[in-house]
């Protein structure tokens, strides 16, 4: 097993990494268009980085509150918005996807938020539900992938 990290992207040469892993993943192997993978919410979130012990970016995620979040959440202040979860292929497995959530999780009760909400792609709701997200409303799509919202609340 890959021994990691997952810390708060503190530094630019972490938030280069974190875009370097969401270009990686979304852009390169799942063809989301570079112009709608980043966005302005990307200057207002939080965002969380895995690294490998030998300092590789592996995945990463994005935290959104308060005003940012209220738009994605049903306008509801105490509810974060995770988004943006990626890991890279090679690093598939070994529980940082997992680990990445649990963070972002940490992160929203840091900040007082009760509950998390995400837009999973379809075939990662399993993923989810085994984290405890429970999904609601209608299937939508974004950037031509099926999504469902997916809510959890904080312990």
Do not use: N, W
């Amino acid at each position: 097993m890959t021994a990691f990290t997952v810390r708060v992207a503190g530094t630019e040469t972490d938030l280069a990494a974190c875009f370097a892993v969401r270009t990686e993943v979304f852009v390169v192997e799942q063809s989301v268009p570079e112009s709608i993978e980043y966005d302005a919410y990307d200057a207002v979130a939080v965002h969380l980085l895995a690294v490998g012990s030998d300092g590789e970016p592996l995945g990463t995620g994005r935290l959104l509150h308060g005003p940012a979040a209220q738009a994605k959440t049903g306008g509801d202040p105490a509810v974060g918005s995770l988004g943006r979860l990626a890991v890279r292929k090679a690093a598939r497995g070994l529980g940082v996807g997992v680990a990445l959530v649990r963070a972002i999780e940490a992160e929203a009760a840091r900040l007082g938020l009760t509950a998390v909400d995400l837009g999973a792609q379809t075939h990662a709701l399993g993923f989810y539900e085994g984290l405890g997200y429970e999904a609601y409303g209608p299937e939508f799509e974004d950037a031509g992938i099926p999504h469902r919202a997916m809510r959890r609340a904080l312990p």
